[in-house]
């Protein structure tokens, strides 16, 4: 550790909502909400941001402000002041693993983000139609070269960002970005709101169709926001070490929740008014981003610019978000090596470049590749698909369960009270949701992603 920590509240708040707002909470979470019953579905949500999310992000942070280190000697300390076997490091280990292996496949898209914004603000999407948009993202997507340029220039400003340390690096890039990306949001849904159909979106997100809500539907609820904001990996405990006590870390959980959740929900009003304008498909994922959102910004009048302003925020959105994942991995290769932040960091984005580079070729070289082509549930899936679903199945889940052991299994009421500045009574009831609410929710998204359709 370099003794460095978060200057401010402020700081620290708005790079953990920055760790928290990524690019699933843009273009993900807007259309879970429309396709599975709108109001029906966020009542859903927000269950399992109160019994899931709260408890597990103040799980972090009771981990993080104890250990005042890096997660897995954070978790160390903590069994063993606890009278527990040092043993329990091994979960600050997988969490670490899950969120270097994310970090690895997640650069790769956010480079993609990149390669867009310059492409808008040069090149543009005038007149594009669909036939056109698919073929500029298979033309990206099919060049390993460019592919991995992008991936390596995104994790040259991460690394740059994280070497400079937490005051200097990851908070001053955060007091920056997280201003920025709400200006640009607030920008965009102004524009969309005149220029698209805000009232088709809205009844989209907001309108409750219990027709389209099913218990497929509440448990994708119940699960979304555990998933898209990543507790369970330990890049909040990473946080929660850089604070002070005069930072009540409750307060925080709740405003960085209520940022992520409010800056997802403007996501939805700055892109469904232009896709429901133009009778476009509302699909998740990247093909809403890099196939449909093109074809509506061609059709806009300044949508190139529009469409520059929206990769731009993607690409703050990822670039707040990894910085964080990033830092989780530096902060004990330095403990275990001893080197300077720099060196470690630069180590630590060579390792995660290298990783991400099997994500690069599954999409081209490696298109037609099925690692685990033997094992029926998993014969489909490339080796993006494997990495993904390890990492977003497995490990996440299995981190998120080991944290709420770690805090609610054994740390005594007391101990989590002083470092959440609260009441022994309320430490004790978290406690109580940590021990066994919690993991039967996992357990049961975990299970159910594997037998519903």
């Known amino acids: 550790m370099d003794g460095q920590h978060f200057s401010s509240r402020a700081g620290f708040v708005l790079a953990a909502i920055g760790s928290a707002v990524g690019l699933g909470s843009i273009w993900k979470f807007p259309y879970?909400?429309?396709?599975?019953?709108?109001?029906?579905?966020?009542?859903?949500?927000?269950?399992?941001?109160?019994?899931?999310?709260?408890?597990?992000?103040?799980a972090e942070f009771v981990v993080g402000r104890r250990g005042g280190n890096d997660v897995v000697q954070c978790i160390t300390a903590a069994a063993?002041?606890?009278?527990?076997?040092?043993?329990?490091?091994?979960?600050?280990?997988?969490?670490?693993?899950?969120?270097?292996?994310?970090?690895?496949?997640?650069?790769?898209?956010?480079?993609?983000?990149?390669?867009?914004?310059?492409?808008?603000?040069?090149?543009?999407?005038?007149?594009a139609d669909t036939a056109q948009a698919q073929a500029a993202y298979d033309a990206l997507v099919g060049d390993p070269l460019r592919l991995a340029a992008?991936?390596?220039?995104?994790?040259?400003?991460?690394?740059?960002?994280?070497?400079?340390?937490?005051?200097?690096?990851?908070?001053?890039?955060?007091?920056?970005?997280?201003?920025?990306?709400?200006?640009?949001?607030?920008?965009?849904?102004?524009?969309?709101?005149?220029?698209?159909?805000?009232?088709?979106?809205?009844?989209?997100?907001?309108?409750?169709?219990?027709?389209?809500?099913?218990?497929?539907?509440a448990l994708e609820a119940l699960g979304l926001g555990f998933f898209s904001i990543g507790v369970g990996f330990g890049a909040m405990a990473t946080y929660a070490a850089y604070t002070g006590r005069d930072v009540h870390l409750g307060a925080a959980a709740v405003t960085i929740i209520v940022g992520d959740t409010l800056v997802?929900?403007?996501?939805?009003?700055?892109?469904?008014?232009?896709?429901?304008?133009?009778?476009?498909?509302?699909?998740?994922?990247?093909?809403?981003?890099f196939v449909t959102l093109p074809i509506a910004f061609g059709r806009l009048p300044g949508g190139d610019v529009v469409a520059a302003g929206f990769f731009f925020l993607l690409f703050v959105a990822a670039l707040a978000s990894t910085l964080s994942l990033v830092e989780l991995v530096v902060a004990p290769l330095r403990r275990w090596t001893a080197w300077s932040r720099g060196r470690t960091a630069v180590v630590a984005g060579f390792a995660i470049w290298?990783?991400?580079?099997?994500?690069?070729?599954?999409?081209?070289?490696?298109?037609?590749?099925?690692?685990?082509?033997?094992?029926?549930?998993?014969?489909?899936?490339?080796?993006?698909?494997?990495?993904?679903?390890?990492?977003?199945?497995?490990?996440?889940?299995?981190?998120?369960?080991?944290?709420?052991?770690?805090?609610?299994?054994?740390?005594?009421?007391?101990?989590?009270?002083?470092?959440?500045?609260?009441?022994?009574?309320?430490?004790?009831?978290?406690?109580?949701?940590?021990?066994?609410?919690?993991?039967?929710?996992?357990?049961?998204?975990v299970v159910a992603g594997f037998v519903l359709p």
């Open 264 to 289: 997802s929900v403007l996501a939805g009003l700055a892109v469904f008014p232009l896709v429901f304008a133009y009778g476009l498909d509302p699909a998740s994922g990247t093909g809403l981003v």
């Open 354 to 445: 290298a990783g991400g580079i099997p994500t690069v070729l599954s999409f081209n070289v490696l298109r037609e590749a099925r690692p685990l082509a033997w094992v029926p549930t998993l014969a489909g899936m490339d080796v993006y698909g494997l990495v993904d679903g390890l990492t977003s199945n497995i490990l996440l889940p299995l981190g998120g369960v080991l944290f709420a052991a770690v805090v609610g299994g054994g740390m005594p009421a007391a101990r989590i009270a002083e470092a959440l500045g609260c009441t022994p009574a309320a430490a004790s009831r978290l406690q109580a949701i940590l021990r066994w609410p919690v993991p039967a929710i996992i357990l049961l998204l």
């Open 32 to 58: 879970e909400v429309g396709e599975n019953g709108g109001a029906a579905f966020l009542v859903f949500y927000v269950g399992g941001l109160v019994l899931v999310v709260v408890p597990l992000l103040l």
């Open 150 to 217: 992008w991936q390596s220039a995104f994790l040259a400003l991460t690394v740059a960002v994280v070497a400079r340390g937490v005051a200097r690096g990851i908070e001053a890039a955060c007091m920056v970005l997280m201003p920025l990306l709400a200006l640009c949001m607030a920008a965009l849904v102004v524009y969309a709101a005149i220029a698209g159909d805000l009232v088709a979106a809205a009844g989209f997100l907001f309108a409750p169709r219990l027709e389209d809500f099913g218990a497929r539907a």
């Open 80 to 127: 063993r002041e606890d009278g527990r076997s040092p043993a329990w490091g091994l979960a600050g280990v997988l969490a670490l693993s899950g969120g270097f292996l994310l970090t690895t496949y997640y650069a790769v898209i956010a480079g993609m983000t990149m390669d867009y914004a310059v492409r808008a603000a040069i090149v543009g999407f005038r007149g």
